[in-house]
């Protein structure tokens, strides 16, 4: 066959390499690009039998397209190994040509992939956990100075196809090399299903992706990888990504966005990051009011005190932003600016008895920042300190109570009130009550909903009345909606109510009696605290 023929078969097969064998499957031709440089195909492979040329396994395979070859037919690719030598392998996709002018001699067109990489069996590797992959995170993003940082997501394509008996050592494999392209070999995360995650330095994210090829095409399994990467250093505040990462990384997970989880997570990183700077830029222009919703003795329907509610502009409701805020450690300057509108609210003319509760989440009780700046926001008040409550949420957990408690004892000896909010939701609120020192409890207004109707939250509700009484901690119902709610509240016990029965939140605290009396009482009237 001419010399033009075959250069033209090679460039019709786009191949790099073009290699003609005899019927006994010796090389007699080859021409083209070399898998590494100083390495001619033409001097080095004439006369060796092709299958000299691959790794074992790869071999079998090869043997097997050549066998079931029929003539004037092409193979399918295959993605082999070649072997450089001294354990160096690269990989290259092979396409076998029967054309009939050539018979008995067949064509073999080669495309070389990846980069040569050092074949190592796989040792047993341990792949980070989740909150492992955000502490490593930490460490890298406090010690990079100006390396860059990338978090490459991996999704792991075809295993689905892959034989049982085949899985633990293709996942072996899969690690192994993960690990291998991560920072120190030791940066790879298994997320869930076939997602994975590793912290590169390289931004380019195809070493990673070869990483994949190489596993696939030495175990003679079609399985692909999806790669992207995200820049995590790229001129933004390292202790802000990391909690918004965090947060990305949760948000991919819990909703189960896994199929292209870099698409997922980089908007959802992206957008934390501008909800983070819209929240700062908010919480330092005062940017939201407090609405106020009165808080009343149920046996004399006199206002108690109120409750000071964030209304955030742009937002249904505050619930969804706090949470947002406790994620990622901005909720203590939140909740010190509430508490400062409400003082500025008591502080106000004809408001001089007026008693406020205020939220505090528990995650602004995980250091002494919000304790400190709340004494230092009424250190030249005593009775602002003697007329301002605060309610400790539990939508963010207190990781250390010990020092939550000591936290507490200082604000209440300087003459703060504490209840517990939402009291029999969390999973912890008794163990609050055990450790924290207080001076109430608010009932979730579920349990006081469902009083009316179930005997057993009646039940939970006047054991905790009977409880709280044996503390001497005052006791609060939420979502009081109704007289009739009102009136079992007062049957079990409860001291005080809340609820739309008695006043939805407004702009102002409406200081006169907010609904007719369960029971006898004064109308009129602002009770003191004690």
Same mark, same amino acid.
């Given at each position: 066959?001419?010399?033009?023929?075959?250069?033209?078969?090679?460039?019709?097969?786009?191949?790099?390499?073009?290699?003609?064998?005899?019927?006994?499957?010796?090389?007699?031709?080859?021409?083209?690009?070399?898998?590494?440089?100083?390495?001619?195909?033409?001097?080095?492979?004439?006369?060796?039998?092709?299958?000299?040329?691959?790794?074992?396994?790869?071999?079998?395979?090869?043997?097997?397209?050549?066998?079931?070859?029929?003539?004037?037919?092409?193979?399918?690719?295959?993605?082999?190994?070649?072997?450089?030598?001294?354990?160096?392998?690269?990989?290259v996709r092979l396409r076998?040509?029967?054309?009939?002018?050539?018979? @008995?001699?067949?064509?073999?067109?080669?495309?070389?992939?990846?980069?040569?990489?050092?074949?190592?069996?796989?040792?047993?590797?341990?792949?980070?956990?989740?909150?492992?992959?955000?502490?490593?995170?930490?460490?890298?993003l406090a010690a990079s100075?100006?390396?860059?940082?990338?978090?490459?997501?991996?999704?792991?394509?075809?295993?689905?196809?892959?034989?049982?008996?085949?899985?633990?050592?293709?996942?072996?494999?899969?690690?192994?090399?993960?690990?291998?392209?991560?920072?120190?070999?030791?940066?790879?995360?298994?997320?869930?299903?076939?997602?994975?995650?590793?912290?590169?330095?390289?931004?380019?994210?195809?070493?990673?992706?070869?990483?994949?090829?190489?596993?696939?095409?030495?175990?003679?399994?079609?399985?692909?990888?999806?790669?992207?990467?995200?820049?995590?250093?790229?001129?933004?505040?390292?202790?802000?990504?990391?909690?918004?990462?965090?947060?990305?990384?949760?948000?991919?997970?819990?909703?189960?966005?896994?199929?292209?989880?870099?698409?997922?997570?980089?908007?959802?990183?992206?957008?934390?990051?501008?909800?983070?700077?819209?929240?700062?830029?908010?919480?330092?222009?005062?940017?939201?009011?407090?609405?106020?919703?009165?808080?009343?003795?149920?046996?004399?329907?006199?206002?108690?005190?109120?409750?000071?509610?964030?209304?955030?502009?742009?937002?249904?409701?505050?619930?969804?932003?706090?949470?947002?805020?406790?994620?990622?450690?901005?909720?203590?300057?939140?909740?010190?600016?509430?508490?400062?509108?409400?003082?500025?609210?008591?502080?106000?003319?004809?408001?001089?008895?007026?008693?406020?509760?205020?939220?505090?989440?528990?995650?602004?009780?995980?250091?002494?920042?919000?304790?400190?700046?709340?004494?230092?926001?009424?250190?030249?008040?005593?009775?602002?300190?003697?007329?301002?409550?605060?309610?400790?949420?539990?939508?963010?957990?207190?990781?250390?109570?010990?020092?939550?408690?000591?936290?507490?004892?200082?604000?209440?000896?300087?003459?703060?009130?504490?209840?517990?909010?939402?009291?029999?939701?969390?999973?912890?609120?008794?163990?609050?009550?055990?450790?924290?020192?207080?001076?109430?409890?608010?009932?979730?207004?579920g349990f006081v909903m469902?009083?009316?109707?179930?005997?057993?939250?009646?039940?939970?509700?006047?054991?905790?009345?009977?409880?709280?009484?044996?503390?001497?901690?005052?006791?609060?119902?939420?979502?009081?909606?109704?007289?009739?709610?009102?009136?079992?509240?007062?049957?079990?016990?409860?001291?005080?109510?809340?609820?739309?029965?008695?006043?939805?939140?407004?702009?102002?605290?409406?200081?006169?009696?907010?609904? @007719?009396?369960?029971?006898?009482?004064?109308?009129?009237?602002?009770?003191?605290?004690?």
């Amino acid at each position: 066959m001419a010399l033009k023929r075959r250069l033209l078969g090679l460039a019709f097969a786009s191949a790099d390499t073009l290699v003609e064998i005899d019927g006994g499957g010796r090389i007699v031709l080859a021409m083209g690009a070399a898998p590494c440089a100083g390495h001619s195909p033409e001097a080095t492979w004439t006369g060796r039998s092709l299958t000299d040329l691959f790794e074992a396994r790869s071999i079998e395979r090869l043997e097997a397209a050549l066998t079931d070859l029929t003539p004037g037919a092409r193979s399918e690719p295959l993605d082999l190994m070649y072997d450089l030598g001294r354990g160096t392998f690269r990989r290259v996709r092979l396409r076998l040509f029967s054309l009939p002018e050539l018979a @008995p001699h067949l064509s073999c067109a080669l495309t070389w992939l990846g980069q040569p990489f050092a074949l190592e069996a796989p040792q047993p590797t341990e792949m980070l956990s989740r909150d492992d992959l955000l502490r490593q995170t930490s460490g890298l993003l406090a010690a990079s100075g100006s390396d860059a940082i990338n978090l490459a997501f991996v999704d792991v394509t075809g295993l689905e196809n892959v034989e049982p008996d085949r899985m633990d050592g293709l996942k072996a494999h899969l690690h192994h090399a993960l690990q291998s392209v991560s920072i120190d070999g030791a940066s790879a995360s298994h997320l869930a299903g076939n997602a994975y995650a590793l912290l590169r330095r390289d931004g380019d994210a195809s070493a990673v992706e070869d990483a994949i090829h190489n596993v696939a095409a030495l175990e003679g399994i079609d399985v692909g990888a999806d790669v992207r990467q995200v820049n995590l250093t790229n001129g933004r505040d390292r202790h802000a990504t990391l909690r918004a990462m965090r947060h990305a990384l949760e948000v991919c997970i819990t909703n189960g966005a896994l199929d292209a989880p870099d698409v997922t997570f980089h908007k959802t990183l992206d957008r934390t990051l501008v909800q983070m700077d819209s929240f700062r830029a908010m919480v330092k222009a005062r940017d939201f009011s407090l609405h106020y919703q009165p808080i009343v003795d149920l046996r004399t329907g006199a206002v108690h005190h109120f409750e000071a509610l964030a209304r955030i502009p742009g937002s249904d409701g505050p619930e969804s932003t706090i949470r947002l805020a406790e994620t990622l450690a901005l909720i203590d300057s939140f909740d010190l600016v509430v508490a400062e509108k409400a003082i500025r609210q008591m502080k106000s003319p004809g408001y001089g008895l007026t008693h406020i509760a205020v939220n505090v989440s528990a995650g602004s009780l995980d250091s002494d920042a919000y304790g400190e700046a709340l004494l230092r926001l009424s250190a030249n008040d005593p009775d602002i300190r003697r007329r301002l409550s605060l309610e400790i949420t539990e939508t963010a957990s207190i990781a250390d109570l010990e020092g939550a408690q000591k936290r507490l004892a200082r604000i209440r000896k300087a003459g703060f009130r504490v209840y517990l909010d939402d009291f029999g939701v969390g999973a912890s609120c008794f163990d609050y009550l055990n450790h924290l020192t207080v001076d109430g409890v608010k009932i979730d207004g579920g349990f006081v909903m469902r009083a009316c109707e179930d005997v057993k939250s009646r039940t939970l509700i006047r054991h905790l009345v009977d409880m709280c009484a044996g503390l001497k901690l005052k006791t609060v119902a939420e979502r009081v909606e109704t007289g009739q709610v009102a009136e079992l509240m007062v049957g079990l016990g409860v001291d005080l109510g809340q609820g739309w029965f008695y006043g939805k939140p407004e702009p102002q605290p409406r200081l006169e009696a907010p609904a @007719p009396p369960v029971a006898a009482r004064r109308r009129g009237a602002v009770e003191s605290w004690g």
